[in-house]
């Protein structure tokens, strides 16, 4: 590290290191941005400067190097400049962008950053950017090794050393392509190779399943960030994308299977909600996967099957597959709309919407996986412009009207649709299941339909089209609406519409954009 410690780049004169950066308007004399020296100025305080990518950082302990600077701000996003005035134990840090740094002002604002146990302190700098010396190699050097941590190379390892003393022990984890439900234990199995794991919490936000995951030591989280960055849970499927969090400490209430504090097991299980007991686990583990050993696609489903059929359980007596959906909106919705909508993620037998609660329907599917599946996919999504909410129901089925009895409609059995997907086991339709996007994928479209003819069919589904693509063969194209609520809304539309001589269109989201 001592290697770094001595660079001081841009460093041309003693006291007014920047002046020359400074435009003749900026009312800046030096670039001491409002500090003098390293120690509190008796002159009154300058103006706090506004936003800028670039922060003035003081109080620097004297050994402090380059690479513990840099550290500082790598949690918040890409650091693209630095400049240290070592005589006056202070630096420059330039961040990627103006959000990362507010960002970081933010968090330290609440937390008190320290470099080797020395509370530092980092403000706005009057300064845009940075222009020092690109011809500075030993930074430039520093630079290149923070980044290529960032895109998941090996540092070298004073780097490494750095970076893990700077870094939170605290990963916030998204898992992409979620196909099959993963729950805590899992993610508790994957990351506790790399060290003790302390704490877990789950949640969805936007719409994706999220978890922040924290380890008893930094290291241990930088370790596992950079080597399950980007790894898939089971084969080609439930993507792993990781971060470092800003929180230092999760505070956990309850033990059950959305968090799990690991060092207090006396914690109650809170909200009915029983703790999640081994057998989750052990479904798993059985035949593990890429990460967790070598897992077919079978054994895969089976696993699932059965945590979500667990999760499901939450209270009842048997695993069900039916959901609750609510804050429909009640002018618009019918048993058909939500058949369509659902059975992207799996075969819909019967919809009731309450009699009572027309803004709430219960829907059946074929199985728990099936469920837990719509539930992850299809909560907090807008559907006729309300946000709708899915969960798992205490009813094991859907009942359907006596004999004889008009419910007005409100009741409809799927159970010998043709338009299940998932009938045929091993169907294509297994492998693209993917969550609500704004593009949409089209197939069985007649050789005879234009690109301009589907362009005017969705347009007139009530949304704007951004753009078209054809296959190669023109059986298939994708089309990107502006929006992901106009895009259910044309799956709802126009998912089985007859395009002539028989020819229904099949619609469904795609994982690729245009």
Do not use: W
């Amino acid at each position: 590290m001592d290697g770094i410690s001595d660079v001081a780049v841009g460093v041309k004169r003693g006291s007014d290191e920047l002046s020359m950066y400074n435009s003749p308007n900026s009312g800046v004399s030096s670039i001491s941005d409002g500090a003098s020296n390293g120690s509190d100025s008796k002159k009154p305080r300058v103006e706090e400067a506004p936003p800028s990518r670039v922060l003035h950082i003081r109080k620097l302990p004297n050994e402090a190097s380059e690479t513990e600077v840099i550290a500082l701000g790598l949690p918040f996003g890409k650091v693209t400049n630095i400049l240290t005035l070592k005589g006056k134990n202070q630096a420059f840090l330039e961040m990627g962008t103006e959000e990362a740094a507010i960002t970081m002002v933010n968090y330290y604002n609440t937390v008190n950053p320290h470099i080797r146990n020395v509370p530092v302190f980092i403000q706005y700098s009057n300064h845009k950017e940075l222009k020092t010396d690109s011809g500075n190699q030993r930074t430039q050097a520093v630079l290149q090794a923070v980044s290529a941590v960032q895109s998941g190379g090996s540092p070298s390892s004073d780097v490494q050393e750095a970076l893990a003393a700077a870094s939170s022990p605290v990963l916030r984890i998204i898992i992409d392509n979620m196909f099959y439900p993963v729950t805590l234990d899992v993610l508790q199995q994957i990351f506790s190779k790399f060290g003790t794991v302390m704490k877990i919490i789950t949640f969805t936000k936007n719409n994706q399943f999220q978890a922040l995951l924290q380890f008893s030591d930094p290291v241990n989280a930088q370790q596992a960030k950079l080597a399950l960055d980007g790894q898939n849970i089971y084969n080609s499927c439930c993507t792993l994308r990781i971060d470092f969090s800003k929180l230092v400490n999760l505070n956990v209430k309850y033990n059950n299977d959305k968090s799990r504090d690991y060092t207090r097991p006396e914690l109650p299980a809170g909200d009915g909600q029983p703790s999640l007991d081994s057998s989750v686990a052990a479904a798993f583990s059985k035949d593990s996967n890429s990460l967790l050993g070598a897992l077919n696609p079978l054994s895969a489903a089976a696993a699932a099957a059965a945590a979500a059929g667990r999760v499901a359980l939450a209270g009842q007596a048997g695993s069900s597959g039916v959901l609750l959906v609510s804050n429909l909106n009640e002018e618009m919705v019918a048993p058909q709309s939500l058949f369509t909508l659902f059975g992207v993620y799996g075969d819909v037998q019967r919809v009731k919407i309450l009699y009572n609660k027309k803004d709430s329907a219960l829907i059946q599917m074929s199985d728990a996986n099936q469920a837990q599946l719509a539930m992850s996919h299809l909560n907090g999504q807008k559907m006729y412009g309300k946000i709708i909410r899915v969960t798992l129901s205490k009813h094991q089925t859907v009942a359907l009207p006596r004999d004889g009895l008009d419910d007005q409609g409100l009741t409809k059995d799927f159970a010998n649709s043709p338009l299940h997907r998932f009938k045929k086991p091993g169907s294509k339709n297994f492998q693209n299941i993917f969550p609500p996007s704004a593009t949409l994928h089209l197939s069985n479209v007649p050789q005879d339909v234009t690109e301009e003819d589907l362009r005017l069919l969705f347009s007139n589904a009530g949304g704007t089209v951004k753009a078209f693509k054809f296959f190669q063969d023109r059986k298939m194209a994708l089309i990107q609406m502006s929006t992901v609520e106009e895009a259910i809304q044309a799956l709802i539309d126009l998912h089985n519409y007859n395009m002539g001589g028989n020819q229904h269109l099949r619609v469904s989201f795609s994982k690729s954009t245009i």
